[in-house]
C-alpha cells in the first residue's frame, strides 16, 4: 500500500465575530412588553444541517487541490469547526488515492482505507489497473477547475493560444519573442507522471493536439505542485518559466506575488469563465463510492447530499464552481 501523505490546507478563513449584549430591565412591578422581550433565533435558509456525528463521518481520500472541500464538507455535515476539519483532512494525492480506493479498500471495511473520495481524473495507466482488477466504483462530477498557466509577473506575454501551448511544450517554440515577448529562452516546467494536473494537462491539451511533448528533466518536473508554483515564481530570477496548475489551487490555496495567470484564446480564467466554460481548459472533478455501498451507509448518505441545494452551497462555499444535478433520463 502507498504511503499515505498529509498535506496542509491553504484555505483561506474569514474569522467570524460574535458580539454579546447585555439585557437589563427595571424593576418597577409591571411585566416587560413584547417589544422589552429578546428576539426569537430564526436559523438561516442557508445553515447546513448537520446529519452525522464526527465519528461517523466517512474516510476521505483524494487530490490536493480538493482539501479545502473536504474539509468544508465534514465542518457541514458534522457542525464540526472548520478549523479543525482542516486539520483532520489527509489525502494521498490523486493517482494513490485512486488505486488505494480502487485496488486495496472496501466498501465495508472499518478498520483502513478511504470510503468517500474526492477527487481529479485518474491518470490513464491508473484507470486501466482499475479496469484489469475489475475495480466496480460509483462517480459523478460535482464540480468544475480548470488547467491554469502561470508566468512570473514580469513577463510581458498576457495570453498563449492552445495551439501556441502545444508548441511551447513540444519544444516547436523555444523563445517568448516567438508568441510576443523577450527574446528569452523559454523554460517550461511539468509535473509527475502521476499528478492530477499532469493528467489534465495531457488530456485538455497536448492530447487533443498531434500528442507530442517533449521530456522534462527532474529539475523542471518538481514533485508537488507547490514545487511547480515556486519554481515558476523563483527561476533564475527571470522572466523566462512558465509552468500550470488547477486554477482553485493556485488561486486558492498556493498563490505567489510573483506569478500571474495567462489568458488562453483570449479568455482569462476566473469562477465566472469557468461556470460558463468560456475558458477552454475546463475540466470536473467527482466525488466517488464504491458501488456496493449501502443506502444509510455514511459514505453514500455524503455521497446523495452533495447532489442537493445545501451540498451544492457547500462546494460553493468553499470556492469552487459546483455543476447543477441533470435529471436522469
Not at 460509483?138 to 509577473?153: P, S
Not at 477552454?280 to 458501488?291: D, G, S, T
Not at 462555499?317 to 436522469?328: D, N, R
Request: some cysteine.
Amino acid at each position: 500500500m502507498k504511503e499515505m501523505i498529509s498535506r496542509r490546507s491553504f484555505l483561506r478563513v474569514m474569522g467570524l465575530g460574535f458580539g454579546a449584549a447585555m439585557l437589563t430591565a427595571c424593576k418597577t412591578g409591571t411585566t416587560d412588553s413584547p417589544a422589552d422581550s429578546p428576539a426569537t433565533s430564526v436559523p438561516d435558509a442557508d445553515t447546513p444541517v448537520p446529519f452525522l456525528t464526527e465519528d461517523e463521518f466517512p474516510r476521505l481520500d483524494g487530490s490536493t487541490a480538493c482539501i479545502p472541500l473536504m474539509a468544508q464538507m465534514k465542518a457541514d455535515v458534522t457542525g464540526m469547526d472548520l478549523l479543525e476539519a482542516q486539520t483532520s483532512i489527509t489525502v494521498s494525492t490523486t493517482a494513490y488515492a485512486w488505486e488505494n480506493f480502487g485496488l486495496w479498500s472496501r466498501s465495508d471495511s472499518e478498520d483502513y482505507g478511504a470510503q468517500l473520495l474526492i477527487v481529479y481524473e485518474a491518470p490513464e495507466y491508473v484507470k486501466e489497473e482499475l479496469a484489469e482488477a475489475g475495480a466496480k466504483l460509483e462517480q459523478k462530477a460535482i464540480g468544475r477547475d480548470a488547467l491554469v498557466f502561470i508566468v512570473n509577473k514580469e513577463n510581458p506575454v498576457q495570453s498563449l493560444t492552445q495551439q501556441q501551448l502545444r508548441d511551447i511544450y513540444a519544444g516547436r517554440i523555444t523563445s517568448w519573442k516567438d508568441v510576443g515577448g523577450a527574446d528569452s529562452p523559454i523554460v517550461a516546467f511539468q509535473r509527475g507522471v502521476d499528478s492530477g494536473s499532469q493528467t489534465l494537462f495531457k488530456k485538455l491539451l497536448i492530447d487533443k493536439g498531434d500528442g507530442q511533448l517533449m521530456a522534462a528533466p527532474t529539475e523542471l518536473a518538481p514533485a508537488d505542485m507547490g514545487g511547480l508554483v515556486d519554481s515558476v515564481a523563483e527561476y533564475n530570477n527571470s522572466a523566462n518559466a512558465i509552468g500550470f496548475s488547477v486554477y482553485y489551487y493556485i488561486d486558492q490555496m498556493y498563490s505567489k506575488p510573483g506569478l500571474r495567470l495567462l489568458a488562453v484564446d483570449g479568455v482569462t480564467p476566473g469562477n465566472d469563465t469557468i461556470a460558463d466554460e468560456s475558458y477552454p481548459l475546463c475540466n470536473e472533478f467527482y466525488a466517488v463510492v464504491h458501488a456496493d455501498a449501502a443506502p444509510d451507509s455514511p459514505q453514500r448518505k455524503v455521497y446523495d447530499w452533495l447532489d442537493t441545494d445545501e451540498g451544492r452551497r457547500c462546494i460553493e462555499k468553499a470556492g469552487y464552481v459546483a455543476l447543477s444535478v441533470t435529471p436522469q433520463a
